[in-house]
């Protein structure tokens, strides 16, 4: 621990900046791994299994209730606006689901790419330590007294190391948790995809049915 109190204190003033953006990072991270594991999401495939069951026995009204049981889930939403529009005609459920997709959307891909941003930002500000740690390291040979020269060398390149190192262990985790929650978000989208076209063929069926009657 001490050791890393001395690298931190070795790296300068960057290393303030870049822990800054650290708990931006951190932050964002909690935020979507919270949201997106315990909110948006939801066991999609027995939740339509449901859906299905009720539609199917023409039992609209207790699918909609289903919806209201996860109020936060991406896919319930979407799935609740196609079936409020049940006994409407096609292009009323379409647009419906449509709509309420286009809500749920950003809602659910808000913040996640910003984690990218935020690993950018903390390599740039290493590397900028960096140069100016290395500047000051070469200022110092020329204007320090011989006998101070080696210590004014080694604190130049301690900035420019420990600044490079500290903003790498922030990309990396960012960059890490990006990729991970980019797929878990591209999972929930996809389910809203397909079980949303699932839904519409399934109520337009039912529609053309009643029709025909």
Known sequence: MQGIAQAFSDGGGFMYVIVFVMVIGVG?????????????????????????????ANNIDRAIKLC???PNAALPKVIKAG??????GELEISNAIEEATLEVVPVVTKRTPT?????????LLGLLGTIIGLI???????????????AALAKGISIAMNTTAFGLIVA????????FLAAVTKKILEEIDQYSVK???????????GSAQ
């Open 28 to 56: 964002i991270m909690v935020e979507r791994f919270i949201f997106l594991f315990f909110k948006y999401n939801i066991n999609a495939k027995a939740f339509m299994g449901q859906i299905q069951k009720l539609v199917m």
């Open 68 to 70: 209201n049981a996860a």
């Open 83 to 88: 079936l409020t529009r049940a006994n409407k």
């Open 115 to 123: 984690l990218g941003g935020v690993a950018n930002v903390a390599t």
């Open 136 to 150: 000051q390291a070469f200022a110092a040979l020329e204007s320090a007294a011989p006998d101070a020269r080696a």
């Open 172 to 179: 990396i985790p960012c960059m890490s948790a990006q990729m």
């Open 199 to 209: 839904l519409e063929n399934l109520l337009v069926s039912r529609v053309r049915a």
